[in-house]
């Protein structure tokens, strides 16, 4: 049940260390995530349009274990660790070649327009199931 | 009448080139115009709030004359060079111990929530006068 | 001879107005010609290792024609306008289902470690003929 | 023994929730540890022009609290939780008008050229002393 995901590493990402900047694997991470999500049958944008609701990192953990470089294919790999009525926890790796290069545990509610919490979409909430 | 804001460049700015990242220094003059604009007496958060009017960028001409590097202090010029009821450009340089790096001319304009144009705030207009 | 590129705008890529921040087009657009270098058989890592030369835009004229938003499938197309030994102007559109959003006239140049101009990569210069 | 560092959010930092991206916070912090090195005598150019010697972040424990907006000035405090000779453990804060937003656990060692740990400068190793 692991969610797949490939990118590959632009100038953009990349620092003067020739190497891809440490925020940059958030953003990663997050397009995995979008697709993820996607692929659960939620639409985001629709979510956001007609009940105010959107995603939001409520915590991280991230280990850098070897640098990704410029040109790189990347892979992310999303598993869902937790879920209950309110957070979400997955386990999202991001690998070149097989080899983890990065990897994080993150934490995500859903808040409204308020910034309050609201409840995770059923579909997310069946993950664990 | 020209308004100067100065930045620093980190890593976050910098590609594996070693240099400032080309789309980065949109990033830089934008920032010079938020502060700009701020010293007109206009409050954008509030314009967003109240009006649901945001600026938006309708059309750029850039030259790239010299990189800047990582830890350089840059300093952006902003100079009004044409006002109408509906646009505005400016003239934005970036530059590095008087040195001009980077030169643009940027067209502004207000669109409101609909993505439609609106009238340029008062402030704005009276630049030319 | 147009290259095509296809990409999907996320989170990063949005700012408050709800719409793509302006910067990151030209983000889309160097993936773009990223790509399209690597399709004219040019390996741009090996290329900096071994001879120290980069690509660097020198000039960008931009027109913003419509807002791209977030979750939207985008396009680039990337053509040829003018080569000469030194440098290649590229005319980039970004479109969403056949409408063009953004369009670009860029002129790249080579560049060697010290930041002076290089030859044009022969596989570039032969694009026009 | 807290260094401060004040920095404004932009429109480059926001996103269609009208908040800042989670990423971004790791751009703000780094931005302060970078002029926390400075106060430190440490040209971090130098270093990597004389030595080939960069920082790097090896792991990172981040708690998204409250979300930062458009316009905010925010503090970032950074302070050194542990130093041993071959990483360097920060704790930073970012703060808006005294109340904490986001809080992360850091842990920085120095790599050279090829990779490989180096040893941290003196400098940064005198800081728990």
């Known amino acids: 049940m692991t969610h797949r995901f490939t990118l590959r590493v632009y100038y953009e990402d990349t620092d003067l260390a020739g190497i ?34 959107v995603f939001a990192v409520r915590r991280l953990e991230a280990d850098y274990l070897h640098p990704a470089r410029f040109d790189d294919e990347l892979e992310v790999q999303t598993t869902t660790e937790a879920v209950t009525g309110a957070r979400i926890v997955l386990r999202q790796h991001v690998l070149r070649e097989g080899e983890v290069l990065f990897t994080a545990h993150v934490t995500i509610v859903a808040i409204n327009e308020t910034g309050h919490p609201a409840r995770l979409p059923a579909n997310i909430r069946r993950q664990m199931h």
């Open 20 to 53: 891809v900047y440490y925020a940059n694997y958030l953003k990663f991470i997050e397009r995995a995530r979008s697709e993820w999500i996607r692929t659960l049958g939620i639409d985001q944008r629709e979510m956001k349009e007609e009940t105010g609701t």
